[in-house]
C-alpha cells in the first residue's frame, strides 16, 4: 500500500515560490490500478515522481507498505525503489543499446550476473509481446514497441508498484489501447500495483479502478471512476469528462442540460419519449456512453429550445423522470 499524508512540494524561484503540491493526501491499495488525472501543470507528474522520491518532498509522508521513505538512509531508499518500476512518456530507453541490453539494465546495476540477467530479460521480452525483437535497436521499434520495451524493464527488477508518467500520450488511439491492455494484463497476472498519470479521460476509464483529479496542485475529488464519471463533484471533472472547449458546446446560445445516464436508462429513449411528450424539440449537442465493470454509462449536453414555454415543459418533464441532470453554466 502507499500513503501520501499531507504531501507539499514547493520551487523556489528568484520572485516567488511555487507551489506544486499541496497537502495531497491519497492512500493507493494493494493490486488496483489507481489514476491520477488533471491538465497540464496541475501537479500530476511532480506528485508522481514524489513517490519514489526523484522528486523530494518539501513535507509531509510518503509511505510505502507502512515505511516512511523520506526518512530512509540513502542506501536503503536505493533498495526499496527497485520494487517501484517507472514508465515514461519518452520511454526513455539506450540508444545504443539493443531491446535485450535495454531490459537487462536494471538487473546489471543490482549485481546480477548476465547470465541470469538475459534469461529474465528474453522472458520479459515474452510477457509483453516482443520476443522476436531482442536483438533490435530503439531506432528500429515503434513508439508502440518502444513502450512495451519500457515495460519489460520496469518489470526486470520485480517491483510490486509501476508509476506510469503520460506513458501513453505519445502514442496513437489503437497503441494506446493496446498498451493499456497490456498494463492491465500485467496488473492481472503478476498482480503489480500500477498508479497512472494522464490528462486522458479514456485512459482512466479503459484501465482504472480508481481515479484522483488534481487541480491547481490539490486533489479536486477522488472515487471509484464510474463514481466520478457519472456524478463529477468538482468543476475540474466535470471539464475533463466533456471539455468545456468542446466546439459543439459553443455553436449555439441557448440554455444547455446535462443528462446523466446509469445502467438502467441508458438503453431507454428517453430524448424520444421527452421530445414525443412534451411535443418540442432539442438539440444534442453531445453524447457519450461508456462501460464500467459491466455496466454501462453515458453523458449526453442538449440544448433547450429558445420558446421559454417549450423549455420549461421539457424542465418539467425532466423534474418528474429518474433520469439525473442539470443544467450547464
Not at 488533471?38 to 507502512?66: F, Y
Not at 540477467?117 to 521480452?125: F, I, V, Y
Not at 458546446?249 to 438502467?264: E, P, S, V, Y
Request: proline share 4%.
Amino acid at each position: 500500500m502507499i500513503e501520501l499524508k499531507h504531501l507539499c512540494k514547493t520551487y523556489s524561484a528568484p520572485d516567488k515560490e511555487i507551489h506544486a503540491l499541496e497537502d495531497i493526501n491519497l492512500t493507493i491499495n494493494d493490486g488496483e490500478i489507481f489514476g491520477i488525472i488533471g491538465l497540464s501543470g496541475a501537479g500530476k507528474s511532480t506528485l508522481v515522481r514524489c513517490i519514489n522520491l526523484l522528486e523530494e518532498p518539501s513535507s509531509g509522508q510518503v509511505l510505502v507498505d507502512g515505511k516512511d521513505i523520506t526518512k530512509l538512509p540513502r542506501k536503503e531508499l536505493l533498495l526499496l525503489r527497485r520494487s517501484i518500476g517507472m514508465i515514461f512518456q519518452s520511454f526513455n530507453l539506450l540508444e545504443q543499446r539493443n531491446v535485450l541490453k535495454n531490459v537487462c539494465f536494471p538487473l546489471e546495476i543490482a549485481g546480477v550476473d548476465r547470465k541470469t540477467a538475459e534469461k529474465k530479460a528474453r522472458e520479459l521480452l515474452g510477457v509483453v509481446g516482443l520476443a522476436d525483437r531482442a536483438d533490435s535497436y530503439p531506432s528500429q521499434l515503434s513508439g508502440g514497441q518502444k513502450q512495451r520495451v519500457a515495460i519489460a524493464r520496469a518489470l526486470a527488477s520485480d517491483p510490486k508498484y509501476i508509476l506510469c508518467d503520460e506513458a501513453t500520450s505519445a502514442l496513437d488511439p489503437n497503441t494506446t489501447r493496446s498498451i493499456l491492455d497490456l498494463l492491465r494484463q500485467i496488473n492481472r497476472d503478476l498482480g503489480v500495483t500500477i498508479i497512472v498519470i494522464t490528462h486522458e479521460m479514456k485512459v482512466i476509464d479503459q484501465i482504472c479502478d480508481r481515479v484522483a483529479v488534481i487541480d491547481h496542485s490539490r486533489i479536486a475529488e477522488e472515487g471509484k471512476v464510474s463514481e466520478v464519471f457519472t456524478s463529477p463533484q468538482s468543476q475540474i471533472a466535470r471539464d475533463l469528462i466533456i471539455p468545456r472547449d468542446r466546439a459543439a458546446l459553443d455553436t449555439r446560445n441557448g440554455r444547455k442540460i446535462r443528462l446523466t445516464f446509469n445502467d438502467a436508462y441508458s438503453r431507454e429513449p428517453v430524448i424520444s419519449n421527452m421530445v414525443l411528450e412534451c411535443q418540442a424539440p432539442v438539440n444534442i449537442l453531445f453524447a457519450d456512453t461508456k462501460e464500467f465493470e459491466g455496466v454501462i454509462y453515458g453523458h449526453m449536453i442538449i440544448e433547450l429550445p429558445a420558446d421559454p414555454k417549450q423549455a420549461d415543459k421539457i424542465l418539467v418533464w425532466l423534474k418528474n423522470s429518474p433520469v439525473e441532470w442539470r443544467e450547464e453554466v
